[in-house]
Structure formats: structure tokens, C-alpha cells
């Protein structure tokens, strides 16, 4: 239960803070015998880093991963994988200034209420960078997950601001043209309005939030625990837990509301489900749709445009934001959505073989199965 | 991690089938001391209860509360709580011909596919009937926290179908007229329109989905397990648990998307935070404002309206929901929203004490700390 | 981590004081497809129950199982599974006087000094009739590890007082006689000379501490998670957690102290172990060999006998113990000792199984496998 | 649940291999602001080192320990503390051999049955090493114990083959000897006795077993999560999961299978407990007596003398194990042992403070409370 530990099977526990001398993680659980070097977390990370694109912030870090322990002749063992990166870029007189104020929309409040001290350096533990561990964690799970059971998780940034792609069809996706663009954007076209766009927002000292579309293929069915531990439920506090993220969605998330259920219910023909509005869960177990679900990212709150805000000692003070940050957060959140769905995923395929083993036998001669 | 638990030191273990002998609840980890009877369970479980107007299904529990265990005199022990309601009004024979059909949009063919058999009647443990422990277990959380920090949780429809209320204001809900309705609308002037709209629903077969919203005052700032135990985290996932939910927000949800930065940071003053836009919540950390969410209910899938579906022989059939079933689930899911939220709140007020002590104090001498 | 709670995968929540309205658990977990029915429980129930013999307590308790949910037409639905026993023999003025007294050697006082508050009658929660519901639960986890590996979970009692079986070979431990007599003692012909020794020990007013083995045959290699949730540190933890144990031993136990490491090695030949000192587990796993646990009960400390104490006031009183009260509580502890190794082997296999797979597949070419 | 983390609340997950690159910890819910630094971690790790004495393995270690998160400016800020320590005097080729043996008495086998592959290079996984960071980890934890509650964990070597102290008193254990002789003997005047018997010993290249005791004063009374978190429960899986223990006795131990109830129980006077025959614990919760234990470390497997084994073709091969090993693992073992103990008293202080707040009130007016 430990805050910092997610899953429970295939567990991982991160460390550290934006500043600190590294950030971390420990993988307990992985299955064994899975080949794994420390170059295969260079893609991910690479796609997830800061300084990609002008459009995100200019702090650079080489985000080089050592695997501790775990591996043995290029393979998991079964027994603990931590993976380390040192933190080589860190500026931390940026942030002296801040350690007796409290930014607005960041953490540092809440941390100094509940904890009586806080690391002020570059936002210390609350800071987005400890979700690079995350997208470390889930190049593990996503490479076996692809190797067992041909589950591919993918992202795209899906609206930024007022902007939506164009042309888009949810069921064919263009995830070419997603990978090669600096926005994770599903329409190339489009990549020129927002490099206008960032440019514009970046001159005026503000920034935006922004949508992310997740989905998994191949999730066959039967993953996820009722009642608590639906796959549903737990892909919603894995997004939540993002940085910035203030909603999340399954499949038509918010336009349920107005729906009518002979539209909503998902017919299934012999030769499958008619439709996906569900987003491949039911009842909180997978369907063997495709998972399809939504994140909303808010606009970063470290802005260079002067707010009134308070120190710790109670007095009113104008705060500004000097530090490297980016407009809008969103633009290389896609990487970290992918990883918290591929972590779930995981987790629940473990859980699921622990309960009903690799292959589920359809008990005979029960109403509800197979005669 | 056992999925039919939620929470990790207030522990609620649910059980039981919709049309099994019984559902019932354990709550461990229960603070001793806390005066409670079984009639406490009355007001919030009749507030959730079928059958409570027109509008929702007829099925007619009399929910009465039995407390087995863990209250000695009046007060809570320590020990678990267990509490158990007799299903009184299960009538299986109206499910008996879906035990070989996969009715669309249910959890028939998950849970089929998940555990090889499943139990077809009413829909077995994936009923919203497993819900009503949820409100029982939170009667207690609800108490426990208002007695102790002055915490108050309280929910209200927020949209049905197209319908959202008039001269709605979030700073200043009309919580009396939301009790005074059975649709916990918090515009009593629009009740007929409700009425009327509903009435309109039934008699065309279908349904339609709804939004909730939920507030709860009175939380004190540092209630919260950063990184993945984030409040806001745990609030999805306590609320993306309830059947039928699809999305989940917190503060501006996804209002974020298209908003700048600059509007969307809270500023503090020295009188407080002159806006919530986070919903309470910064860092996954409670701030002290009132903690707000919304949450999307889908529409029923089981309707009058006949649509084509397959057998567990992969059969092609027409397929018929003729039970008792609400045409709006989100209209009585107002407390089971409440619930989980304050499930949610008990169990990270208990961790906060765990790590923190009953009270914070502020290290002296490191920034950002008060000297 | 609640502390009612036993099992990670195959998790059991018991509740229930001794003379409250009814004792109950949640087993969450189980797979699906095990055939049970309420009247299987009867056999363990009836080797655990007070009454049996005129040497344990007078208590008589029905113990009929109602099974709440979890099993539809038979079997297991893969759902939580609630059993519930109605208490039905329970005298509590026999306890009246001992409301405001601490019984010496129970949890009395500790329990008051925990929770500032205590349920009295018949020791509430502190009773032994709780493990009531761990031999319930683990009678399907027996079934379950019986007809997927052919695990055979069976204890006797090896020690009582200064008696020790005569003519005792732990490698062919005669399991007729020993569930032929009362005590479940391997030697037969040692019956009477028991039954003259409890006869001889009520008649003083004391009691007397027991030893218990258990020999789980059948468990295949390869159970057991390093580090902290090594096989036999969760033997360890299960079986201390059983009233009145104040030891717990797997394989050699404490004579290793003395022991030499060319003797305690178990060597290895092409046909197997040549011995089983470790008691069948290597560094936390199972060997292949059969799993040998020795625990140790302390005497009751209910005792007609009169002794001085302290009331909740602070003042001296003497304590005298009326109530039905077994002379030797290990007696008939021999079927709770199997059933928490059973839940514990159920437990892991279920961990082992997903971590690994149903069948672990060697990795080709690294040292330490097999080419 | 993952099997490397330990604790619920104060969660210390260990990662590393013997031979690998690094041992390292995570600990989760430290309390924030206690002061420590890197360099207090020497005092208890310089105790358990290997090479200390002549007696034990002649490996040397460094040990240096990088905090790597969760301080700041020498406070626990709340947030995960890593702790790294790097392995320098690992002598891989030691090792080469034994990759395809299973050497008797280890975890070869069995980690190689479990997982299918292992890390053979000095045991890997399962060597002893891995202890270094629950004694790193206990650092933290004996001075949170000791600074807020008084509490002290000290343990002494018991028994070493026959050899048990002389003029020994639990009651009135001389500390000071303890600490002033590598055996953490507590009779200095038998400390040549035992360095003539440690050089039979490896003369002899055999090995022996031992026993520690581990006594913590100070523990307040209400610590322990009945019924299956009991503090004696999560000792007794605390100290077995120390690689070598085959047994676990918590007070009298073993010694109550022949003792009378009328010995064991410990009578209460207005003073206080007369007698400490249960080991300062009550229905498994502490009763404000001193916490005493007893464990059993089997002799270690690791013998120059040779064996016949098998490979891991199955083929019969003699073992003789070469690389530097302790003739008594028991010997450096106590600090391993205290660390255990102040590991489940810190994680138990914290889950009582959860439930039942800094201090307990007693209920009013209810029989078992003062009125």
C-alpha cells in the first residue's frame, strides 16, 4: 500500500526527486527469463525526454538507465530489477528563490502541510520527473506483453487546446504519422498549425492543456479484478496519478451522459462486438476489444507571467517562474499514458493467471457456459 | 490487493450474488470508539434504495443491516465489522433465460470468459446490488469523519440526458433541495421537467446516461499518498469502481484541455485560495478547499428494446431485458458516489496519521519551512 | 494489510467475536470451478471442534457452514466466497465477572490498552473460536492443492507435557491411528496413558503446553517467494498467528543449533534427497520435499485455580477462570496448524503460478540451467 | 505483496545480487523529519560486516551507503529514501564452478526450479548479502524507536553449537559485554573458550549452528494487529525470512510444551507484570514488558568438505565449496536479527498510530474500561 509502489504483482516502486543525485525504481515480480538490455529503455525514454522538440522544456538529460540487479546474462532472473538514472542537469539555484514561497497550482503547499518539510529543488518529489521511471518500468511490461500475448499500447496527443486533428476515425488510426511528429499528433498536416500555435502561446508567457488518447490492442479477454481491482478502475487511478491529469475517460468516458443505451450497448455477432463504444471493458474485465481510454492534462502552472501568491510565513508575495518549463505538458505525456496503461495491463495479466491459471476451462454443464 | 476489497487501512471487503442469499460487508481497520447502531444504516441505504420513486427499478429490498461482528455496546472495537443484508426480493426466475445469453453491454461475457462459469441470475456479482455495502461501509467513514475533522460529503445529479440544472453555482449548492428530490437534482424547479423527461424515457424503452458530481468539505490540506496513491488517483479509482461509470474528474476535468494556465493556477492569498479550479487537490495532495469531482454514468444496457446478441454456443439470438431495471442508473448512484468518496477519505485520513502523526509539525530551519 | 485478513491471492478475511451473534470470513481469490458444498466442511469442523472429547472444552457448537455467495450449483464462481457460522452456544453471563478484570495470560489487557475499549464475553475477538473460519477456508484450499498437485496437508501431536509418542519415525508417520483417537497422537497404544494424564491434569486445576507437527506431502519445487515472502517465513508468520503458539519450527528446527553443516546439508542424488533436514524448503522454496512444521502451545491460562491480578481500576483482585476451558488447547489445535499451512501452500501457489506460469520453462544456455 | 518488500506501513524493499553491481533498499512511509546521514549507517553495518573477526568470512566489503532520495538537508522529507551501496570485493570467478551444481543445503536448486534460470555468482539473490540492507534499512527505524517511544533492540548470540552463556540472567543481560567481543557474546569471560572452539571448527572445515536472542525494551503496550498482523506472528515471519533460520520462539518458547498454565500465565499487580513467560506479548499485541525472541541459524551448507551431488543435468558430481564463508553464520547474525525486530516494531507502531491515533482514549462507560 505503500504510496510509491504500483501494481501488485508486477510491482514497481519508484525514488527520487527532480534534484536529488538520481531517481530510480525497483520492478518486483517480473516474470522471469525475459531478455532485456539496458539500450531498450532508450526509445521510450528518448520519446518521453525534455528538450525533444523547442516546445518542451530546455532541461537536458541524458537518461542513461543501469540495471542494478535482476538481469543476468541479458535475461530477468525473477528477482528484483532496479533500474538507476543519475540526474546530470540539475540547476538547482533555479529554485532557490522558491523554497520559501509556494507556487501556485504546484505542490509545494500541500507537501510543506502534510509533511511539516519539503525539497524545494525543482519541485523535489512532485516533480514530472519521477514519471520517467515509469515509462523505464513499462518498457519491461510493454516488450512482454507484446511478446505473449500480442498486446501493443499506443498514444497520441488527441487536442491541445482549442485544436482537435482532423479527419480523425478512432478505429484507424495513423500511428506512423503519430511517431513522426514531435507532437505524438495523428495528422501531419496539422503539425505546422501547432508549431504556430506553441510558438504563440510560448511568446505570450501562458500555457494549455491538453488531451491524450490511449489505446491497447490485443488485450484478450478476461483481464481485470472485480470489484475493486476492475481493469477499468485501475487504469484510472494509473492515468490520474500523472502529473497534471485532472480526468479520465473509458471508451465515450463523458458523452455516456447523453447517450441513450440502445446506442451505448455494444452488439456482439458471432463475429464479435458490433461496435466499441465500452472502450473493451465490461463490468471491469476486458472484452477483447480494443482498450481505448482519455486523459485531460491541465496547462502547467509555472509561468514567467507574475501571480500574487503567499510565502510560508504567511505574507503576500509576487511570484514568477524562471525555471525550464514547458507550455503545455501534455505534448510529451504520451510516453507516460502509454506506460501507466502497459503497467495495468501487466499487473493484470499476472493477477488474472494467478486466479484462473494461463488457460481458463469453461466448467461444463453450468447455465452461463459452454455444454 | 484481493479484488474485492477497497481500501488499505479502513479495509471494506464486499460480498455476494444480486440474487444469492445475501450481500454483506467486513470493514477492517475500523477506529474503536465510534457509536453506531444498525438503524444508522437506514437513511443512506434508503436514500440509494430501488424502488424509491417511479423512475427507478421495482425491485424492493428492505435492506435491513445486521451487525455481526466488531460493535460491543453501541461502539466500534477495533475488530472487523461485518454487516449483512438478506436479499428478501430476488426473483431468479426472471433471469433464467439469459443464463445462456450474453446480454449486450453487461459483464455476462467477461465474466464467462474470465472464470470459465459464471452465476446468471440478476446478474450475479456484477449487480449494482453489490453496491448497497458500499453505502453501508461509508455510514461509518461518513461519521467518523465529520466527528473528527468536520468532513462532509455530499453528492447531486448534475446531468441527465441533455438536462443540466439552472442558476447552478458550485460555490453555493442548494444541498436542501437536492435531499428534497428523488432525483438529488439541486433545482427543485425543474423536477417536473425530470419527471416528465423520464416518464418520456420509460414509456420509449431506452435509457439514458447522467453525471454526478460530488463535494466534500471540510478536508483538512495534506490528506494524500503522492506518488500513486495520490487522493485523486484513489477518487478515480473509487469511482470508475461503480458499475456503469465511464469517466471520472476532478476539479475542471476536462475543462483543462482548452485552458490557459494562467486561469487555471489557483491563487493563494494570505485570506486562502481565491479559486478552485484543482478541486481541492494539488499534487495529489488535499489543499484544504472542498475536494470536488464529477463522474459519468452510462446509460443501462438492459432495455425492453429488443437487439440481436449471441449464446454461450455463439449463436446469433434476439435478445430481451425484461427484468426490473432503472431507465437512469446515474439517478440513485448519488450515494454510492458519496460513498466511495468517503471511503476514499477515511482510508487516506487513517495513512496520513499512519506516517504523519495526528499532528503535523513543521521541521524549523529548512526552507520552506516556517522558522 | 488488514490484520484480519490471511492471504495475498487466495486472501481470507474472518470476522466474529466469541459471543457475538455469529463468526463469518471472506475468501477472495479462489479460482474458479472447485466443486464445495456446505456439508464439506464438516469434517475439519467436527476434527476442530470443542466437545469432541472430554478432555477439551464443553462447549458445544452446531458449526453448520452457510455459504453466503461465491458458489453457483456447486462451485466455485471465482467470486468472493462468504461462509457464515451462527454462534449458537454462547453463554455470556458465564463472563460477566471478567468485564472488569484482566485475566492473566490473555489478551485482556492488551486488548484494552490497544483499543481503550473491549468486547469481554467470552474473550471476544481473542477467542480461539475464531480460527473457526481458517479451518472452513482452508478446506477448500486443501481440496483445491489435493486434486491440482496431490498436496496432502496432515499434522498430528507430537508432544504433550513431558509425553512424547513412543516408536515415532517421522518418515512413516502412521496417519490411521493418528486421526483414530482424540488426540490425533501417531501411537495408539498411548492413548490411555493420555487420557490418565489429562484426567490426572483437570483434576489439579492446571494445564499443560503441547507440540504439534505438520507434514505437507506432495508440494512440488519452486513455492515460495524470496525474500520476505519466503515459504517458511509465512509458515512462520501463519502458524504464530494462532492463539497460544509461542513457537514455530520447518525441519530441523532449534536442533540445528547443535548441529553440524555436514550433517544438516540434505545431499542430493540422481534419485532425489538423501535426507530432508531443511524440512523441504531452500532458501525460502519449496524442494520437492515433503514441507515438516513443528509448533509449540503454550498452556491455557483459564484455570480454576485462583490467582491474584489487577482489575481496570488498578486494583489487586483474585482472578478465578470458571468458564469451559480445554486443559490442553493444543489438543485439538492439530486441524487449525493444517489449515494455515494449507492456506499459506494455497496462497503461494497461486503467486508462484503468476509470476511463472503454469509451467516454468527453463532458459536454454545460461549457467545454472540446463542446455 | 511483492516477496522483496518487507512492511506495510515503513515498506523496505531491498533489490540486489551478491555479485552484482549493487545491494540497495526503497523505504516507503518514513515518518518525515528525522535527521540522519549516510554516515550513521556505518555503526550497525560495520557490526554485521563480513571480515570483522577471523571467524568469519574473509570477504570485505566497504559498504558505503549512498542516500539517494528522501533526504533533505539531513531530514527525512517523507518521500522514498534509496539507499545504494556498491559491491567492490565481489570475486565472481569464486563462483564459475558452482554454475551448473546445485550445491546441497542452498537455493540453487529451488530458485532453479522456480524460476528457470538463476544467478549463480555467489548465490546471487539467495546469498546472505541481501541482509546488509534490512540492517541499513533498521538504521532509521531504531532511531525513530528510540527518540519518540524509548524503544531499544539489542540481541546477543545464545547458543553456539553446545556452548550456552554462563551466569546467565534475561532479565539482567550485561550490554556492554555484548558489544565488547565479536561473538556478541555476553559473557566475556567464555570468549576464548569460543575462539579455541571457532578454530576447531574450521579446522575441522565443518560448521555449526547457533542461537540468537533479541530482546526490545521500551515497547509501549497496543502494539500488534491481531488476528493475523500479530506482532508475534510478523516477528516470527520477520526473523525466519533471515536466510539460515529454521525456528522462532518468542518468550518461553518450545519450553511451554511442558509447562503448567499456572507457571506460564504472568500474574498483574497494581506494579506491574510479575513474570515475563509470554515475551511482552498478549493475543499478539504488546503488553508494555520487554519483547523478547529466539531464533535458530542452522550451520551453513557451505563446507570445504566435499559432498556428492548432482548437476544440473542430472548428473552426479562431488561439490566442494571453494569461496570465503563463515563457519557459524550465526556469529555476525544478531545485528541481522535487531534489525528484524525494529523493522515489524516500527511498521507496528505505525499501523496502531493509524487506527487508534497518537493516544488512545478509553472508552467510558463500557465494561473492560475504566469508568
Known sequence: MAGNTFGHLFAVTTFGESH??????????????????????????????????????????????????????????????????RNTDARSKDYNRIAEQFRPGHADYTYWKKYGIRDPRGGGRSSARETTMRVAAAVIAKKWLAEKFGVVVRGHLAQIGEIVPHDFDAAHIDWKAVEANPFFWPNESQVEELEDYMDALRKSGDSVGARIDVVADGVPPGWGEPIYGKLDAELASALMSINA???????????????????????????????????????????????RCSVAFKPTSSLRLPVQGVDVHGNEVEIVTTGRHDPCVGIRATPICEAMVALVLMDQALRHRAQCGDVVEITPGIPGSIE
Chains 1, 2, 3, 4 share one sequence.
Open 245 to 291: 491529469v485532472k480526468g479520465v475517460e473509458i471508451g465515450d468516458g463523458f458523452h455516456v451522459v447523453a447517450q441513450n443505451g440502445s446506442v451505448h450497448r455494444d452488439r456482439m455477432t458471432p463475429q464479435g462486438f458490433a461496435s466499441n463504444h465500452s472502450g473493451g471493458i465490461l463490468g471491469g474485465i476486458s472484452s477483447g476489444q480494443a482498450v
Open 20 to 85: 536529488g543525485p538520481a531517481i530510480g525504481c525497483v520492478i518486483d515480480g517480473c516474470p522471469p527469463g525475459i531478455v532485456i538490455t539496458a539500450e531498450e529503455f532508450a526509445h521510450d525514454l528518448g520519446r518521453r525526454a525534455t528538450g525533444r522538440t523547442r516546445h518542451t522544456s530546455q532541461r537536458h538529460e541524458a537518461d542513461e538507465v543501469e540495471i542494478l540487479s535482476g538481469v543476468f546474462e541479458g535475461r530477468t532472473t525473477g528477482t528484483p530489477i532496479a533500474l538507476l538514472i
